[in-house]
């Protein structure tokens, strides 16, 4: 059928459509008094916003006069003439289809493009544009001029997921349709001809050309007078740029959500304070996300630094990109924790009094699972290395002196302790939560090391710090949340153990910059190559860095907390300590410093080849001289009491161990403990 075919049969359509008579207004009534939820950063910095995801209707008494004349000039300027088709428009469209050889949409009203969005597909066909017609009809005899025009400004497209003018005027301007200005209502008024290319945030000088597209039309059809066009030029728009940080201000909501309900971020109307710094966010992402590339294309990760003397969550990011993926990994993924979860059985070991210079040897032992079955924790790449004093064995993070460590402190004593700092251990539970079995979120990890950075105090991680609610002109505080959760001194010496690990351990990349700034940090590697973390801390910020795959899969030899984790962690902490002073982790009362050989663990003799000042918990410090070098072995010390035998009942049976201030040795010997089975070997745990 011809174009000039088409044009005398939609003259001809008078026949019902079958459009059903129905309500105008579709959407639920924007409420009068509306603004949306702002987030402002730590120094009052703009962040972004948070915005009401319902679609609302806007009655048409609502929407400025301004902007119906200005979609009736730009879109079909005789819209209150013609009953639905304008037939010189399909005169002039049929120039363009001889032209073009094809059917355009040149001609279309604006009742034909009301049907088109509500009720047809986009495909240019004749089918379809006889159907448009005459449904565009009907409409016309059902419905007046200005429920068409309200409900065509409330179902049109404005591009970035704006679809109807109540999101239109949010999201470019945050504001309600009424309180736009003329420049605002120009720009709004030329999108639909090309959502994506004239909306706000397209390029400036393309937008600045519709809209002064849209103000000709206007004087064109007398709608609007040149100087009047001139003035509005002179007051360009102010236009709502998108927000910042986009996976820090998705957990902002979900904590308004948790603490007030969904309604909140329909009614909007709140100021949020942020505990976040934007410099460090900004740091952050684009650390995060160069440290990815360097990895692999499809890897991801999340980054989050904390203040730990509040708790405040300085920089979170959840991924490489929000818009592709946002998913939050940095508060929702759990995953295994692997050898980041060591010190907290260290820092167990050490209120037991157990202390960093004992000896411990790491010859693997066998554990009954029952049902003739057993598990051999074994180190990473298998290997040996004998007698090991624990602040080694943790630089190391060996897995068999981990264990071993876990079955000497308990299990519940461990999960006590666990909990104090935040996480809290669930099946299996046993002997395999020392290498990292326990699935945890990267924020969840990173306060539990609070303790250790803050002198055993723990602080709840905080991403609001306060809300003012602009309707009630009220303020909301949230202050920092503080509990103890180690003693000071265990927190200290199992600090000064950790800062081994950056030195000659499975983080040594980091010794430099160690050097240079007292900190302190360990790694995690799982089973497979799967999850790499490395969390590390100065005494001004912890951060935590962890690097995986969504769907977890091996990452390959190689793939471990110190290679891969460990230098994004390192380029953004430089990035965020840069310009300020270096700071060294105070020492509490409780913490005395003995010289021993670390060989054997005693005191030092003069004839000691090696010899190394250690740290001790009060009343833990060795008395005896190494015999090694014509020492002598003192009797039990009053002050080291036994230690008693684990009672968890997966552990029946334990041997008890007795705890003296003498070096700690276990014999190679097998353990006919009961275990029950871990998920998966966990031998690869860094």
Request: glycine fraction near 8%; proline fraction near 7%; charged fraction near 25%.
């Amino acid at each position: 059928m011809s174009a000039a075919a088409v044009c005398l049969v939609l003259l001809l359509l008078l026949a019902s459509s079958g459009v059903s008579q129905e309500p105008v207004a579709t959407h639920p009534i924007l409420p009068a008094r509306y603004s949306s939820i702002k987030v402002f950063d730590r120094e009052g910095r703009f962040v972004g916003r948070i915005i009401p995801e319902k679609r609302y209707w806007v009655p048409i008494q609502r929407i400025p006069d301004f902007l119906l004349n200005a979609v009736v000039a730009v879109e079909d300027a005789r819209f209150y003439e013609h009953n639905g088709i304008d037939i010189r428009g399909i005169a002039r469209a049929l120039v363009k289809d001889v032209v073009k050889g094809k059917l355009v949409e040149g001609g279309s009203t604006i009742t034909q493009q009301l049907i088109k969005n509500r009720h047809l597909s986009g495909v240019k066909t004749i089918d379809r544009k006889l159907t448009e017609g005459r449904m565009a009809l009907e409409y016309e005899r059902k419905y007046s001029k200005k429920q068409i025009l309200e409900m065509y400004l409330n179902e049109i497209y404005y591009g970035n997921g704006a679809w109807g003018i109540a999101q239109a005027a949010r999201i470019y301007f945050d504001k309600s349709p009424q309180e736009l200005s003329e420049s605002e209502c120009a720009i709004l008024a030329g999108i639909p001809k090309n959502p994506g290319r004239y909306n706000p945030l397209g390029k400036p000088e393309e937008v600045a050309r519709r809209r002064d597209i849209v103000l000709s039309r206007m004087v064109d059809v007398g709608m609007l007078s040149a100087r009047q066009k001139q003035k509005v030029r002179s007051h360009p728009a102010s236009v709502i740029r998108q927000g910042q940080a986009p996976y820090y201000v998705a957990h902002i909501r979900n904590k308004l959500i948790e603490r007030f309900g969904p309604q909140v971020i329909e009614q909007g109307g709140l100021e949020v304070t942020a505990a976040l710094d934007l410099n460090l966010q900004k740091l952050a992402e684009k650390t995060l996300r160069d440290g990815l590339k360097r990895v692999s294309a499809d890897v991801q990760g999340a980054l989050l630094c904390l203040d730990p003397a509040t708790g405040d969550v300085l920089a979170a990011v959840g991924g490489t990109d929000f818009a592709r993926n946002p998913y939050n990994r940095a508060f929702h993924a759990r995953r295994q924790a692997g050898s980041a979860i060591k010190p907290f059985i260290y820092a167990a070991a050490l209120e037991k009094g157990i202390t960093a210079g004992s000896i411990w040897n790491d010859t693997p032992v066998s554990y009954s699972r029952g049902n003739s079955q057993s598990w051999k924790p074994l180190n990473y790449g298998r290997e040996l290395y004998g007698d090991l004093p624990l602040r080694q064995a943790l630089a190391y993070s060996n897995n068999v002196i981990a264990v071993k460590l876990l079955e000497a402190v308990g299990v519940q004593d461990f999960s006590d302790l666990a909990e104090r700092v935040g996480l809290s251990p669930r099946a299996p539970y046993d002997l395999s939560l020392a290498l990292g079995t326990q699935d945890v979120t990267l924020s969840d990890l990173v306060s539990a090391y609070s303790p250790l950075a803050n002198g055993g105090i723990r602080t709840e991680g905080r991403s609001i710090i306060r809300i003012y609610d602009t309707h009630r002109k009220t303020w909301t505080e949230n202050p920092a949340s503080k509990t103890p959760a180690l003693s000071p001194a265990a927190a200290y010496v199992t600090t000064r153990m950790l800062e081994d690990v950056m030195i000659h351990g499975t983080a040594k990349s980091l010794k430099n910059f160690n050097r240079e700034r007292p900190s302190a940090g360990k790694t995690g590697t799982t089973d497979d190559y799967r999850d790499a973390w490395f969390i590390g801390y100065t005494p001004q910020v912890v951060t935590g860095v962890w690097v995986g795959y969504d769907k977890p899969r091996p990452g390959g030899k190689g793939f471990t907390g110190g290679a891969v984790a460990a230098p994004i962690w390192e380029r953004f902490m430089r990035g965020a300590l840069a310009g300020k002073p270096a700071a060294d982790f105070t020492r509490p009362e409780g913490v005395v410093t003995a010289t021993i050989d670390p060989a054997t663990g005693y005191l030092a003799a003069p004839e000691c080849s090696e010899k190394r000042d250690e740290f001790f918990l009060t009343g833990t410090e060795p008395t005896g001289y190494c015999p090694k070098h014509g020492g002598e072995i003192p009797a039990q010390s009053p002050a080291a009491p036994l230690l008693e035998p684990d009672t968890s009942p997966e552990l029946e049976g334990t041997m008890p161990l007795r705890r003296t201030n003498q070096p700690q040795k276990l014999q190679q010997e097998q353990h006919p403990h009961r275990l029950s089975p871990a998920p998966g070997k966990q031998d690869s745990s860094l």
